[in-house]
């Protein structure tokens, strides 16, 4: 969990996560007014190296964690890029509460991170509310669902939630006014 160097199949698991952003270009294309992009659960960063393949600047990105280890290490990983990174809640983060301004995200990802909530809804209308127009909210896990089954099992009280069924995630698309993709 500690290292910045993805095996394959997980490069290419994150890869799609950060093309399911809704990002665009590619690593010899800069897109034009790439906006804001949120990290949920960051970690040491590892999704980073991904979005800049997308074409999405290190300045765009805001990675939070409550580690405040992971966030040392992903600052220490990521030292020369223009990334930020903070170690306080994602409820913190978007409300502006933290040492980062409020920003409005093109794009929020929550890859590993969204079975730590225990309010799925709540937490997604959150980040609904810190979208921009078109803006897009990622769910993914690149383990899976049923490692969050197992994770659940072995961490009742780290785990809050299971990652959500489709079937889930178009009801709660349909209560937060939201279009599922």
């Known amino acids: ?7 394959v ?9 950060a093309a ?7 690593s010899n294309e800069q897109v034009e007014d790439p906006g804001y992009y949120l990290d949920v659960g960051c ?7 991904f979005l800049k393949k997308e074409g999405i600047p290190a300045a765009s990105y805001v990675g939070c ?9 992903a600052e220490k990983e990521y030292l020369s890029t223009n990334a930020i990174f903070i170690s306080d809640s994602f409820e913190n983060v978007v409300s502006g509460s933290t040492t980062a301004e409020k920003k409005v995200y093109d794009g929020i990802v929550f890859n590993g ?11 997604l209308r959150t980040a609904a509310d ?7 909210i990622v769910l993914s ?12 099992q072995d961490n009742p009280t780290t785990v809050r939630t299971l990652m959500p069924k489709i079937s889930d995630l178009k009801d709660i698309a349909k209560t937060l006014d939201l279009e599922l993709t």
Do not use: C, W, Y
């Not at 969990?1 to 095996?7: E, Q, V």
């Not at 399911?20 to 590619?26: D, E, I, L, M, R």
């Open 1 to 7: 969990t500690h290292s910045t160097g993805p095996t």
């Open 9 to 17: 199949n997980a490069s290419k698991r994150l890869q799609a996560v």
């Open 20 to 26: 399911s952003a809704g990002f665009q270009g590619n």
């Open 43 to 49: 970690g040491n960063g590892l999704l980073l190296p």
């Open 65 to 73: 964690d409550v580690s405040s280890r992971m966030i040392e290490l």
């Open 113 to 123: 991170s969204i079975q730590f909530f225990p309010d799925i809804i709540q937490t």
């Open 130 to 136: 810190n979208l921009s127009k078109g803006g897009r």
């Open 141 to 152: 896990h690149i383990n899976g669902g049923a490692f969050v089954s197992k994770e659940m």
